[in-house]
């Protein structure tokens, strides 16, 4: 059975930092790209990052930029979402996927259960 675990969610003050991480078990095979994702309650689950198989090929949604990094390592099995100067619109459930490198949700085969991010004071 396929499976997508993520951790590293959980409370922080704005400006904060947290890393997500995202463990695959099953036959996912490294050769798939890995992306993240967010939904708020009542929103539409939108598109953080991506990053290909081989990690040379990163993606990110402008609101995040140049303070989220995507990375992977294909000998843990596992990608990672650092995620600095924490805002608390960043405030989400955090959802890593597997599938083709796109920005589109409906291009990622495999989904994890997410993991919620709180940025507040």
């Known amino acids: 059975q396929v499976q997508l675990v993520e951790s590293g969610g959980g409370l922080v003050q704005p400006g904060g930092s947290l890393r997500l991480s995202c463990a695959n078990s099953?036959?996912?095979?490294?050769?798939?790209?890995r992306g993240w994702f967010r939904q708020d309650p009542g929103k539409e689950r939108e598109f953080v990052a991506a990053?290909?198989?081989?990690?040379?090929?990163?993606y990110y949604a402008d609101a995040v930029k140049g303070r989220f990094t995507i990375s992977r390592d294909n000998a843990k099995n596992t990608v990672y979402l650092q995620m600095n100067s924490l805002k608390p619109e960043d405030t989400a459930v955090y959802y890593c996927?597997?599938?083709?490198?796109?920005?589109?949700?409906?291009?990622?085969?495999?989904w994890g259960q997410g993991t919620q991010v709180t940025v507040s004071s």
């Open positions: 990053i290909s198989w081989n990690g040379g090929t990163t």
């Open positions: 996927a597997a599938g083709g490198l796109s920005r589109s949700y409906g291009d990622y085969d495999y």
């Open positions: 099953g036959r996912i095979f490294s050769r798939y790209a």
